[in-house]
């Protein structure tokens, strides 16, 4: 592969991230883990190499003033995506968010307004240490110790950077994972060779059909 005019093959430090092995993924926008390059122009998605995966699922609840519009709002979807992972220092591709608008039923004698919004979300992070279960915990300990006002405020304004509505937003129930998933994963290099066919042209006698 190549950055910035030189060719790399497999993990590889570049000049411009000492201490770093990296590399662009093959298949970028299957790969939950890679990462939207910040160069103009480039649309190949990268991955720092790493020895593990982990993943972190949990869920908490949102008092939103318009849970309806909220809940198939791509900009709300999106601000909340880019809330979480600021929380615990993940890129916004890390994460994914399913948002769904709580039973009515469970809420009857409720206005409208102040029904909730269920917030399911997956953090995947690969790891480069070597203490992989330590920095999974450490990643849980930082969800739980998520100050849920603060992340309210914080959905709202990245929303409304996004050039989405102004909701009026609370958090309630606010459930970490129990434990990270951690899988540990194997790079693989694929070397590409190019054969190059050369054609031999063959004279005929039209005489006689023989070649010669």
């Not at 950055?3 to 993990?11: F, H, I, N, R």
């Not at 000492?18 to 298949?27: E, M, N, S």
């Not at 970028?28 to 991955?47: H, L, M």
């Not at 908490?60 to 791509?74: G, I, W």
């Amino acid at each position: 592969w190549n950055y910035q005019g030189a060719v790399y093959e497999g993990c590889s430090e570049t000049t411009d991230w000492a201490g770093h092995d990296w590399c662009y993924v093959q298949g970028g926008p299957n790969c939950a883990v890679a990462v939207n390059s910040s160069v103009v122009g480039e649309d190949r998605k990268w991955q720092e190499c790493s020895n593990a995966v982990i993943t972190l699922t949990g869920s908490f609840s949102q008092t939103v003033s318009d849970p309806e519009t909220f809940v198939s709002d791509d900009k709300a979807k999106e601000g909340v995506q880019k809330a979480v992972a600021k929380e615990i220092g993940a890129q916004q591709e890390q994460v994914e968010v399913t948002l769904t608008l709580v039973d009515a039923r469970r809420l009857l004698g409720r206005h409208l307004a102040d029904q909730q919004v269920q917030v399911d979300y997956t953090i995947t992070v690969p790891s480069t240490r070597v203490d992989t279960d330590q920095f999974g915990a450490e990643l849980v300990s930082k969800l739980a110790a998520i100050d849920t006002t603060a992340l309210a405020d914080a959905i709202v304004q990245e929303v409304v950077g996004l050039g989405g509505s102004s909701y009026t937003l609370s958090i309630s129930d606010f459930t970490p994972p129990a434990e990270p998933v951690i899988a540990t994963i194997t790079f693989t290099t694929t070397t590409i060779t190019t054969v190059t066919a050369t054609a031999t042209t063959i004279a005929t006698d039209s005489s006689n059909g023989n070649s010669g």
